[in-house]
C-alpha cells in the first residue's frame, strides 16, 4: 500500500522540484547568474506560503482521514470544504498586500541595491498566481485521500510541463528575463489548481465540495475546525520554514562573505534542494493516509509496520542524492552556468559539503510527519524547530567564523544531524511518549 502512494507521490512531487530546477536553467543561461541570485531571494517569502498550503492540508488530510475511518463522510466533506476556502481568503489578502509594497517587501528579503529590479519584476510575475498554488497544496493532499494518486501526480506534471514550455518562450523568443520565468511558473500553477478544482467539485469519489452555512454558529465552528487543522499541520509550515530560514539565512551569509556571487552559487544549490525536500515530503505523505486511518481504526501494528518501511525509504532515498551531489557537483552546476563563472565554481566547491545532511534530512521530515499523522504535534513541532530555528541559525553565523566558506556549506547538514541525534534520543528514551 506504501508503494501505491509512494510511487505516484513521488513522481509529482519531483515534478514540482523540476519547475524549479527549470527556471533555474532557463534563468542562468538566458539572465546569468544575476537573474538566479534574484530569484533565489525571493523563494523564502514563497516557501512561506507554500508551507501555509502544506499546514492546512496536511491537517485536512489527517482530520479527514479520521473521519472517513469513522464512517463520518460529511464531516470530511466539510473539513475539505473550509480549508480550501480558508487558504483562497488568506492568500488573496496577502497578495494584495506584497504586491502593493513590492520594493519594501524586496528590500526587507535582503536584495542588494544591483538585484533590486529583478527581485521586484519576480514579484509582480509569480504572487498574483499564488491562490493557485495554495490549491495545488491543499488539492494534493486530497485528491491523494480520496483514492487518486495518480491524478495528483498528473496534476503537478502537467504544472511542470506547462511551466518548462512557457519557460523557454518567455525568457528566450520574447526576452523577458527574471518576470518571463515568475510568469510561466503563475501559468502551470493556475494549470495544477484547476484540475484539483474541477475534480473535487465535479468527480471525486467520496470528498467532494459540499455547501457551507453562513449562520454565525457555523462560521464559529469552521473557525474553530480550521484551527485545528492548523494545530495538526502546523509542522509542515515549519518543515517549509525550515526551508525559508535556510534560503533567507543564506542569502544573508554568503551576501555579506561573498557578495552577489555567493548569492548566486547558493542559488544553484538552493534550486536542488527542493529535490530533497520533496522527496522527504513524498515519504511523509505516503504514509500519512495509511498512519492516520490505522489510527483511527486502532491497527497500531499496522501504524508502527508503515513507519518502518517510511524510514527505509527515506534513508536509501537520501543516500541516492548525496551522493549524486558529492560525484557530479560540475554536471550539477554546468546545467545552471558556464563552469568560469565565479558563482559557479563557488558552487562546485559546496556542493559536496552540502549533501552530507541530506539522509538525515529526508529522515527528519518522515519521523515529522509520522507523529504529525498521529496528532502528536508536540514532538512534531519540537523537532521541527530544532531543525528549522534552533540549530540551523547559530549554524549559519558561528561556522563561517570558524572555517570561512566552507563553514557556511556546512550549516544545513549541521543542523539535521543534531536534530536526526535528537529525535533518535526520543524516540528511545522514554519510548511509550513517541510511539502509537
Known amino acids: 500500500m506504501f508503494r501505491k502512494f509512494f510511487v505516484p507521490t513521488l513522481f509529482g512531487m519531483l515534478s514540482i522540484s523540476a519547475v524549479s530546477v527549470a ?6 543561461h538566458g539572465v546569468g547568474s544575476d537573474g538566479i541570485a534574484a530569484i533565489n531571494i525571493c ?4 516557501m512561506l ?24 463522510v460529511r464531516a470530511a466533506r466539510l473539513n475539505v470544504t473550509q480549508a480550501l476556502l480558508f487558504v483562497s481568503v488568506v492568500t488573496e489578502l496577502a497578495s494584495a498586500l506584497i504586491l502593493g509594497f513590492a520594493r519594501p517587501v524586496a528590500s526587507w528579503l535582503g ?38 494518486p495518480r491524478l495528483a501526480m498528473w496534476c503537478s506534471v502537467v504544472s511542470a510541463l506547462v511551466n518548462i514550455v512557457l519557460d523557454w518562450l518567455f525568457i528566450f523568443p520574447l526576452g523577458w528575463g527574471v518576470f518571463g520565468a515568475a510568469l510561466a511558473s503563475s501559468v502551470g500553477m493556475l494549470a495544477g489548481g484547476a484540475i484539483v478544482v474541477v475534480y473535487l467539485a465535479r468527480h471525486a469519489r467520496t470528498l467532494r465540495f459540499c455547501p457551507l452555512k453562513a449562520s454565525r454558529k457555523s462560521l464559529r465552528l469552521s473557525l474553530r475546525n480550521i484551527g485545528y487543522q492548523c494545530r ?27 557578495g552577489d556571487d555567493g548569492v548566486g552559487a547558493f542559488g544553484i544549490a538552493c534550486y536542488y534542494t527542493p529535490f530533497v525536500f520533496m522527496i522527504g515530503n513524498a515519504v511523509a505523505q505516503s504514509a500519512q493516509p495509511i498512519v492516520s ?10 501504524v508502527v509496520a508503515a513507519q518502518r518501511v517510511a524510514l527505509a525509504t527515506a534513508v536509501c532515498c537520501g543516500a541516492v542524492v548525496a551522493a549524486a551531489f558529492v560525484g557530479c557537483p560540475r554536471l550539477l552546476v554546468g546545467l545552471f552556468l558556464p563552469l568560469d563563472n565565479a558563482a559557479a565554481q ?7 559539503l552540502f549533501a552530507a545532511g541530506f539522509v538525515c534530512f529526508v529522515v527528519n521530515l518522515a519521523a515529522i510527519g ?27 553565523v558561528l561556522l563561517p567564523r570558524l572555517f570561512g566558506t566552507p563553514g557556511i556549506w556546512s550549516a544545513m547538514p549541521l543542523s539535521e544531524i543534531l536534530t536526526l541525534l535528537t529525535i533518535g534520543i526520543c524516540w528511545r528514551w522514554p519510548k511509550r511518549a513517541f510511539t502509537a
Open 49 to 72: 506560503f507554500m508551507g501555509f498550503g502544506l499546514m492546512v492540508g496536511a491537517g485536512c488530510s489527517v482530520v479527514a482521514s479520521i473521519h472517513l475511518a469513522r464512517q463520518q
Open 293 to 302: 486511518f490505522n489510527f483511527g481504526a486502532a491497527r497500531f501494528d499496522r
Open 232 to 258: 495538526i499541520g502546523s509542522s509542515a509550515l515549519l518543515g517549509e520554514a525550515t526551508m525559508a530560514v535556510l534560503m533567507f539565512t543564506g542569502n544573508l551569509v554568503f551576501m555579506h562573505y561573498l
Open 346 to 352: 563557488i558552487a562546485v566547491e559546496g556542493f559536496p
Open 43 to 46: 523563494i523564502p517569502l514563497l
Open 23 to 28: 527556471d533555474g536553467i532557463f534563468v542562468g
Open 111 to 148: 536584495s542588494s541595491e544591483h538585484l533590486l529590479s529583478g527581485v521586484v519584476d519576480y514579484l509582480w510575475g509569480f504572487v498574483p498566481a499564488l491562490t493557485f498554488e495554495m490549491w495545488v497544496a491543499v488539492g494534493l493532499f486530497v485528491v491523494r485521500l480520496d483514492g487518486a
Open 370 to 396: 509520522y507523529y504529525q499523522s498521529l496528532e502528536r504535534m508536540r514532538p512534531a513541532t519540537v523537532f521541527a524547530l530544532l531543525r528549522g530555528f534552533v540549530f540551523l541559525v547559530p549554524a549559519f
